[in-house]
Every structure is written in structure tokens, then in C-alpha cells.
């Protein structure tokens, strides 16, 4: 039985991906600090509280548990933020990661599926990015996301480890069951504050700038449902098994939603009335974002379930009606 480490597997897309290993027969453990993620959305393995901050901790749970693969989900990810306190972002997201990766080199642990992210293109200079567009992020976030790439790089040519870093679009929905779902705090993502806005709870929602040049004044991005990413990293990993370096591959729906869409794409699920307010631009924020993802299709045989806004958000809106952690 292949035993997987989950870094950061008490978050979002980390417990989606929890679930999806055990049901693909594998053995989990999840390694997380709990500052942003929930206890009880650690429903498929075992939970090992700590922080990739703390080596010695790292090193305590490669001695007590042999580890086939890693999955790294750990990160600070608010774009907003980094670019207000880029030190806590390279301290957390960078050396966290070589603190991780160090310990998996001194015990000989050589398969790695990394979270990265669409934000290490910056500003696309294309209608939709594949990985060959030039990578230079407009804030702090993608930056550390970026160095932990280079990272991977010069780790697979000087220690042989193999490693995919997986660029997400914008993440997206919840487990189909109702399980687990979306929640932050405080929420910063689009869709569960749009939810939470119909449901009469959370802050009053507010749209981040309309004079952005695309069809309705406000930013576009491509969301990917997080079942998918999570089909995508056990493809991924799987390729590791047979596949030397270190890869990256963007995953994405392909189609481009506008703010404006997605707030009425939410009103015909739910029914209800949303309304917002508008605020200026966010500091860092690309006006549009839409993912090629062929090398992903084409080399991990990856295929999208989710691939319209509306049934994105019906799957996010069952788990939010429900008493949630």
C-alpha cells in the first residue's frame, strides 16, 4: 500500500485530497499546523499536528513513519496579503518547503506533488497560458511559489527527486457528499463569499474593481473544481512513478468567468437575491486568467468532471447549506 504525506492535508484542496488518496487504496497521513486549516475536515487518516517551520518536528515523523510520497499543500495564499507582508510569504512558503524537502532527502524519500499556482505568470501576455508563458509573477505570492519551482529543479538534478509542481487556476467548489467543503478565515475567495453572502452571513460582499479591460470591467479567472485538482495529483503521482525530473503542469478549466458572471451564475443556484458593493482594485491582481491545460490532458490522462460555473457552485452550495466546521 503506497503511504502518502499529506503537508497541510486539514485545508481545502489538502482534505479533498486526503479523501481521494484513501478511496484510491492508499494510506494517509496528514501533516498540519491547524492555523488556517480544520480539525475535523481530517476524516481520512491519521492527523500529525505540526509546522514546516519546525525541522525537528519534520524530522520526528520521517523517523516514525516511512513515506512512499508527499503531497505539499502548506502555504500562506492570499495575494492581497503578500504583497503587505512579503516576509511572512517567503519565510512560510520557501523555507518551509526546504525544510520539507531536506528531510526528504536525508530519508530517501524521492517522490514529491507540489502545490503551485497560476499566479507565477504575472500578467498574461496571452489569451490562455500554457506552461511555456514567461513566469514573472506581479506579487510576493507567486514569487515564493516560483522559487520553490526553481527549487524542485536543482533538487531533481542534484538528488534525483521527482517531482511535479501542479499550477492551479482558481480552486473551486466542494466534495460532492457534502463531507467537506470551502472555509477560511476570514474568507477571501470568490465563490464561498458569494455563498455565505446568500446564506445572510459574513461581511458585505464586495466586487474588487470594474475598469479592468475585459467584457464587463471585472477580472476574469478560470476555475477548476477541487476534485479535479485532486484527480490531477493522484495522475501526477502516479507519473512520478515512471517519469525522472521535475514537471509542472497548469490545471484549469479552460473558460474564463468575470466576477460579474459567477455572482449571477450564483444567484440562478441559489435562488436568492446577491448583492454587493464595489471597491478599488486589489494591489497584485492580473485583470484575466485562463488556463491552457493540454500537457496535462495529453501527459497525465487528466480529465475534468466539472466544466460549467453552475454546477461548480451547486456542489459548494450543498456543503455551505449544511452546519458546517
Not at 514529491?112 to 504575472?122: D, E, I, N, P
Not at 482558481?170 to 463531507?179: F, I, L, S, T
Not at 476570514?186 to 458585505?204: K, R
Amino acid at each position: 500500500m503506497t503511504h502518502v504525506l499529506v503537508c497541510g492535508g486539514a485545508g481545502y484542496i489538502g482534505a479533498h485530497m486526503a479523501k481521494a488518496l484513501a478511496r484510491a487504496g492508499c494510506k494517509v497521513t496528514v501533516f498540519d499546523n491547524l492555523s488556517t486549516g480544520h480539525r475535523a475536515a481530517v476524516q481520512w487518516g491519521e492527523l500529525v499536528e505540526g509546522d514546516l517551520l519546525d525541522k525537528e518536528a519534520l524530522e520526528r515523523l520521517f523517523k516514525t513513519h516511512r513515506f512512499d510520497a508527499v503531497m505539499h499543500f502548506c502555504a500562506l495564499s492570499q495575494v492581497a496579503e503578500s504583497v503587505r507582508d512579503p516576509y511572512a510569504y517567503y519565510r512560510n512558503n520557501v523555507v518551509g518547503t526546504l525544510n520539507l524537502l531536506d528531510v526528504m532527502h536525508h530519508a530517501g524519500v524521492k517522490q514529491l506533488v507540489f502545490s503551485s499556482t497560476a499566479a507565477v505568470y504575472g500578467v498574461p501576455t496571452t489569451d490562455k497560458l500554457d506552461e511555456s508563458h514567461s513566469t514573472l509573477p506581479i506579487n510576493p505570492y507567486g514569487a515564493s511559489k516560483l522559487m520553490v519551482e526553481t527549487m524542485l529543479e536543482d533538487a531533481a538534478k542534484a538528488y534525483g527527486l521527482r517531482s511535479a509542481a501542479l499550477r492551479y487556476f482558481n480552486a473551486a467548489g466542494a466534495d460532492p457528499e457534502g463531507d467537506i467543503g470551502e472555509s477560511h478565515t476570514p474568507e477571501t475567495h470568490l465563490i464561498p463569499n458569494v455563498l455565505l453572502h446568500a446564506l445572510g452571513m459574513g461581511e458585505g460582499l464586495k466586487v474588487f474593481g470594474d475598469d479592468y479591460a475585459t467584457r464587463d470591467g471585472t477580472c476574469v479567472r478560470d476555475y477548476v473544481h477541487v476534485n479535479d485538482l485532486a484527480a490531477a495529483h493522484l495522475l501526477a503521482m502516479r507519473h512520478l512513478d515512471d517519469h525522472e525530473g521535475a514537471h509542472r503542469f497548469n490545471l484549469g478549466s479552460g473558460s474564463g468567468y468575470t466576477v460579474m458572471e459567477v455572482i449571477e451564475a450564483a444567484r440562478k443556484v441559489t435562488g436568492k437575491s446577491i448583492s454587493f458593493s464595489l471597491a478599488p482594485r486589489r494591489a497584485g491582481d492580473p485583470p484575466v486568467l485562463v488556463a491552457d491545460s493540454k500537457r496535462a490532458v495529453e501527459v497525465l490522462g487528466w480529465r475534468p468532471s466539472f466544466v460549467d460555473m453552475p454546477a461548480i457552485i451547486e456542489t459548494a452550495w450543498h456543503w455551505h447549506c449544511k452546519p458546517r466546521y
